[in-house]
């Protein structure tokens, strides 16, 4: 009888030990939540996360206050140090500079460091070149590097070591061009002042994101070889691209949000939850759109794998680059 006792009283317990940490899941979010975006207002990290926090107040898909906080500094590196300090009402936007940050030694946090929570939207990149260039298809321009590689100056910014370097080292790379050999003027202010370095014939070709060349091209002002996207894009459906042109790579801009360490499984089906819901929206859509952005939605285990697949693709890239001694 003192046995069946214990056993009931135990029993009991675990039952109000289970119902209580139900009840404190259930809570979450117990408070705001913040949403980090690591750089100066404006731009695609600012976008993405007031966008993200836009959408999911007026589609009431999260009830709880949602603010977005500016953190600029050293290519994301203060804004995510300070989201690693936080607890999991605080989030932040990210892209692949959380892992090239490490691998060029800018930064000691790696994608380990976070709680992986979506991979939200990709923006494809073009290589451009004037309109009356003698290059006009990308196997063109990819042999008259191969001849002579100083020949051919191809601009890019705001750094070497992001998307817009690394897709040209790898496409370069696919056509036996030695990554280091390649002949690269830096634009510290981006996309702009690279693609005003074109229209000034100041280099042959440059590597940028479509959104910075899509308008000039559909002007008539200069000319989009190829994108690296997985398929032909609306209203540049002329352009072809890279894997059609026999270049067998897809190469995605993308941008994610991310928690800070350590959160609880519970914590992160929430998330999974709402930002699916949110990616599914008419509002998500037009964003994506009126941007020239393409829904690139991975859930959290997706996007933990394709952080993996990222970080041994930009290892190997950086590599070739020799941007690491």
């Known amino acids: 009888m003192k046995k069946l006792g214990l056993a009931l009283l135990s029993a009991l317990l675990l039952s109000a030990c289970s119902s209580a940490k139900s009840a404190t899941d259930a809570e979450y979010p117990k408070k705001n939540i913040e949403i980090v975006a690591p750089a100066a207002p404006g731009g695609g990290w600012d976008?993405?996360?007031?966008?993200?926090?836009?959408?999911?107040?007026?589609?009431?898909?999260?009830?709880?206050?949602?603010?977005?906080?500016n953190k600029p500094g050293g290519g994301g590196e203060v804004g995510w140090n300070y989201l690693s300090k936080k607890d999991s009402h605080n989030l932040s936007v990210n892209s692949s500079l959380l892992l090239t940050n490490n691998l060029l030694g800018q930064s000691k946090l790696t994608h380990n460091d976070f709680t992986p929570l979506a991979t939200l939207a990709t923006e494809w990149l073009a290589i451009a070149v004037p309109v009356d260039s003698p290059y006009q298809d990308i196997n063109a321009l990819m042999d008259q590097i191969k001849k002579d590689p100083k020949s051919v100056k191809v601009g890019l910014g705001p750094g070497l070591g992001n998307n817009d370097h690394l897709s040209f080292v790898q496409a370069a790379g696919l056509k036996d061009i030695n990554a280091r050999d390649l002949n690269f003027l830096v634009y510290d202010g981006g996309g702009g002042d690279v693609v005003t370095a074109l229209l000034g014939k100041h280099v042959d070709a440059i590597?940028?994101?479509?959104?910075?060349?899509?308008?000039?091209?559909?002007?008539?002002?200069?000319?989009?070889?190829?994108?690296?996207?997985?398929?032909?894009?609306?209203?540049?459906?002329?352009?072809?691209?890279?894997?059609?042109e026999g270049i067998d790579m897809v190469f995605p801009h993308?941008?994610?949000?991310?928690?800070?360490p350590d959160m609880t499984e519970e914590e992160v089906k929430y998330w999974d939850e709402k930002l699916a819901a949110m990616a599914e929206t008419e509002e998500w859509k037009e964003l994506l759109a009126n941007n020239d952005w393409e829904d690139f939605y991975q859930d959290s285990s997706t996007t933990k794998e394709f952080m993996a697949e990222q970080e041994k693709l930009y290892t190997e890239l950086i590599d070739d680059s020799g941007l690491v001694k």
């Open 47 to 69: 976008l993405t996360a007031r966008s993200v926090q836009r959408i999911l107040k007026d589609t009431k898909l999260v009830e709880n206050n949602i603010n977005v906080i």
């Open 207 to 244: 590597t940028t994101s479509l959104s910075e060349v899509k308008d000039q091209h559909l002007a008539g002002k200069l000319k989009i070889l190829v994108l690296s996207a997985d398929e032909r894009q609306e209203e540049l459906e002329e352009v072809p691209t890279l894997q059609e």
């Open 254 to 260: 993308w941008r994610g949000i991310m928690g800070p």
